[in-house]
């Protein structure tokens, strides 16, 4: 074991989630561009009904990734308190926006403050997708019958938070690519097999 491995401030908890979840909805996002989804039948014959299939697949296993970071929330007030900091304290998350306004990145890291907040909201947001992508999972219909009138009316729903998705992974990737910028260690999330 480096030096390094032993500095690695993410839990490794923290870090497999990270990864499932960040896998997971970047390919929910790029497979929703050119997947087309047919209602009736399970169909494999083209690229694109085969992306629809695998839109399915890895959004039912990002959901399972979801429910363990949920549980893992809810089992470790640490953590729940950076990502969802209800009762304060408000400090880190206004001297982030003041440093943010003059330009100045603050460290990378698990810490409270504006990206722990943007994260937490991050989750919520994409936690609204997997359910109701697990809800039209359940009710897609088998054998050639119609369409029903619950999975016509989940697919709004399913798609209403899309565009706000894409906005929080364009933020994220572009907030990261600043701190690589800086080697400021950003990368440390995606060290999986360091202790
Ligand atoms: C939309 C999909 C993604 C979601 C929902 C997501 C969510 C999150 C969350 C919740 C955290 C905080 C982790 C914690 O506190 O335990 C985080 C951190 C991080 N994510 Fe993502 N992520 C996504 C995609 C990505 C991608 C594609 C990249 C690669 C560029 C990335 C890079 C990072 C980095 C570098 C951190 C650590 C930030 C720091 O050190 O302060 N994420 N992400
Ligand atoms: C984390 C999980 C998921 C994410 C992030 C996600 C993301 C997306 C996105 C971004 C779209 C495009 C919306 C639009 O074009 O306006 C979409 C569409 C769709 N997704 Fe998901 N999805 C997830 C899980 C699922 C699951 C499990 C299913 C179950 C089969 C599913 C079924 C669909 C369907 C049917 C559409 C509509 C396609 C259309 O009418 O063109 N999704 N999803």
Same mark, same amino acid.
């Given at each position: 074991m480096s030096d390094d491995s032993r500095d690695n401030p993410w839990p490794r908890e923290a870090r497999w989630l990270h990864a499932g979840i960040a896998f997971g909805v970047t390919w929910q996002l790029f497979s929703s561009l050119w997947m087309t989804p047919d209602f009736q039948h399970a169909d494999y014959g083209s690229i694109t009904q085969l992306l629809f299939s695998t839109h399915a697949w890895i959004g039912l296993t990002t959901a /399972?990734?979801? /429910?363990?970071?949920?549980?893992? *929330?809810f089992t470790t007030p640490a953590i729940r308190a950076q990502l969802f900091p209800l009762r304060g304290p408000w400090r880190p998350i206004w001297d982030d926006l003041r440093a943010l306004l003059r330009g100045r990145l603050r460290p990378s890291?698990?810490?409270?403050? /504006?990206?722990? *907040?943007?994260?937490g909201l991050g989750l919520l947001l994409v936690s609204w997708m997997a359910?109701?992508?697990?809800? *039209?999972?359940?009710?897609l219909p088998q054998g050639g019958t119609p369409p029903g009138a619950i999975l016509q009316a989940l697919i709004p729903l399913h798609k209403a938070l899309a565009n706000l998705v894409w906005a929080y992974w364009?933020?994220?990737?572009?907030?990261t690519l600043l701190h690589a910028l800086?080697?400021?260690g950003i990368w440390n999330i995606f060290r999986l097999f360091e202790l």
């Open positions: /399972l990734f979801l /429910l363990w970071e949920w549980l893992w *929330i890291g698990p810490a409270p403050g /504006l990206a722990a *907040i943007v994260h359910l109701t992508g697990t809800a *039209i999972f359940f009710f364009i933020g994220h990737v572009a907030f800086r080697r400021d």
